[in-house]
């Protein structure tokens, strides 16, 4: 694809980066087979080659319309095209490039720049957060329907062991997690402790980042990644071998700090290692294979097989390549893995997508759910809080993060 990028972008560190991402499109059309906001509404412009136009326009124009940002909105950033694509074009990437600058051209209006601000100034910070969703449970029959649906019964963590074991590894609390859920990092640490590796925080980190970042404040994601790598570098600089994302959406965006804060003389080196570092509980379980076999296999003796469902996260399976990895721990464990139909399609919870698009996040969950259930599951399993809300609230059947299922088992 020709480009001609326009003055106020042309010679920037982004520019150059949308030129080379646009010059790889060939306009197969491949990715729109792929793509879930596509098959719901047949718009070209709600595929990615659509998209892809629409920036392009913006780019060289400098012009922007509230129609380009409603279709750039629409956008899960779920990556199912890039995993498609045969020309390896970073849509995802040059999609947070377009949505930046639509900020700035396009400002929002009324109720859609109140929820945001609301998402990047308050969901963020798990003490504003925690408060919140304790007072939303006590409302919750007055709330809009949308952020009803988020708000999940309390939940305890049951005991988290201490850090007694030489090994050590670093695990991201996150910012909605410990509220929503705080049993999965308890149950990571018990896991780990079986094998002999101590998951210890860092208490002044938080949120990953992304929740501003995929608002279009790339600025205020750059914030929470410089703050976040000063909370851990002590003890990445230590005994910390590793940095465990328990949260696969958070594991995405924590891998992208070496490209987020390349241009920082101050951190571009630690954000690189950092990212080095990053790994999905399931890459860290697994590579300790030869610990935990034998305690899943004895698990599989004492209990017997259960099915479930098992929804994989865009985020692990399209956004950072990792596919199989839960479900043949879980299939080691004694769990039976239902078939589930159209597996690479999107949930709907795409981090904030399901609070400012409710109506397609519905659709989409709805989809999602038809096809978990049809092998008839007692449970379903994910590897992201957001999926894991977002698929409870549209059914009975229990939806929790694989790694509960894990600790269940052996301990």
């Not at 996150?174 to 998951?199: E, H, T, Y």
């Not at 590793?242 to 959406?249: E, R």
């Not at 929804?311 to 039976?336: M, S």
């Not at 008839?376 to 999926?387: D, E, F, L, R």
Request: aromatic residues 4%; glycine residues 10%; positive net charge.
């Amino acid at each position: 694809m020709q480009t001609e990028l326009a003055d106020f972008i042309r010679n920037t560190p982004d520019g150059a980066e949308a030129d080379e991402i646009l010059r790889k499109c060939v306009h197969c059309g491949f990715c729109t087979a792929t793509c879930p906001t596509y098959q719901l509404l047949g718009d070209e412009l709600d595929g990615p080659r659509g998209r892809i136009y629409l920036i392009k326009q913006l780019l060289e124009t400098g012009e922007a319309s509230a129609k380009t940002q409603l279709h750039l909105d629409r956008c899960l950033t779920c990556g199912a095209c890039e995993t498609t694509c045969p020309s390896g074009v970073r849509f995802v990437r040059l999609l947070d490039i377009g949505r930046e600058v639509v900020e700035r051209k396009v400002p929002r209006q009324g109720r859609g720049a109140l929820a945001r601000y609301v998402l990047k100034n308050f969901v963020t910070q798990a003490s504003w957060f925690g408060p919140a969703l304790r007072a939303g449970r006590l409302f919750k029959p007055l709330l809009p329907g949308a952020l009803r649906a988020k708000v999940t019964p309390a939940r305890g963590a049951g005991a988290r062991p201490p850090a007694r074991h030489r090994r050590r590894m670093v695990v991201l609390e996150g910012c909605v997690q410990p509220a929503m859920s705080p049993n999965i990092n308890a149950a990571a640490a018990r896991v780990f402790d079986r094998i002999g590796i101590s998951l210890v925080a860092a208490p002044r980190a938080g949120c990953c980042g992304a929740m501003r970042f995929h608002l279009g404040d790339a600025e205020g994601a750059r914030e929470e990644a410089r703050r976040n790598i000063d909370a851990w570098w002590p003890l990445l600089e230590g005994e910390g071998e590793a940095l465990v994302m328990t949260a696969s959406g958070c594991g995405v965006q924590v891998r992208e700090y070496a490209h987020l804060l390349q241009h920082d003389a101050r951190y571009a080196a630690k954000a690189a290692r950092v990212s080095l570092l990053t790994r999905d509980v399931g890459e860290a379980l697994a590579a300790e294979a030869e610990r935990l076999l034998p305690l899943l296999e004895e698990a599989r003796a004492r209990h017997g097989e259960r099915r479930i469902a098992y929804h994989a996260p865009c985020t692990l399976q399209h956004r950072q390549r990792i596919r199989g990895v839960p479900e043949r721990l879980l299939a080691a464990a004694g769990y039976e893995l239902t078939p589930v139909a159209d597996a690479h399609l999107c949930c709907g919870s795409a981090g904030t997508y399901s609070l400012l698009q409710p109506r397609l996040a519905t659709r989409l969950r709805d989809n999602k759910l038809a096809a978990l259930c049809a092998g008839g599951p007692q449970g379903i399993a994910s590897a992201n809080i957001g999926c894991i809300t977002h698929l409870q609230s549209g059914t009975q059947i229990p939806v929790r993060h694989w790694i509960e299922l894990i600790d269940e088992r052996i301990n």
